[in-house]
């Protein structure tokens, strides 16, 4: 059964970065699909970034080139690093492991002037 937690999100101005953390447990850490998503208030979650095993990235387009996601195998951590942050991004992040099934609770990043 994996577990994920996340962490780092915070209120930031716009053009600030953030990087987010998700903690998975389990020893297959290392192969499963990770992913991040975003819900914004009155708005369907989205996929924002996702990383498999071997290390294949994808990106929403409203992030590219913003936003970065890899993976820390020895600390079993799958990382967001996000830049220029606009208002837009504001939102609650999710960390997903698509193998599982498994949602963590979810970090409040929110972009403010």
């Known amino acids: 059964q994996v577990q994920v937690r996340e962490s780092g999100g915070g209120l930031v101005h716009p053009g600030e970065s953030l990087r987010l953390s998700c903690l998975a447990s389990?020893?297959?850490?290392?192969?499963?699909?990770m992913g991040w998503y975003r819900q914004a208030p009155g708005n369907q979650r989205e996929l924002v970034a996702q990383?498999?095993?071997?290390?294949?990235?994808n990106y929403a387009e409203s992030v590219k080139g913003r936003f970065t996601i890899y993976r820390d195998v020895a600390k079993n951590t799958v990382l967001l690093q996000m830049n220029s942050l606009n208002p837009e991004d504001t939102a609650v992040y999710y960390c997903?492991?698509?193998?599982?099934?498994?949602w963590g609770q979810g970090t409040q990043v929110t972009v403010s002037s």
């Open positions: 997903y492991c698509f193998n599982t099934g498994t």
């Open positions: 389990g020893s297959l850490f290392s192969i499963y699909t």
């Open positions: 990383i498999t095993g071997g290390g294949t990235t």
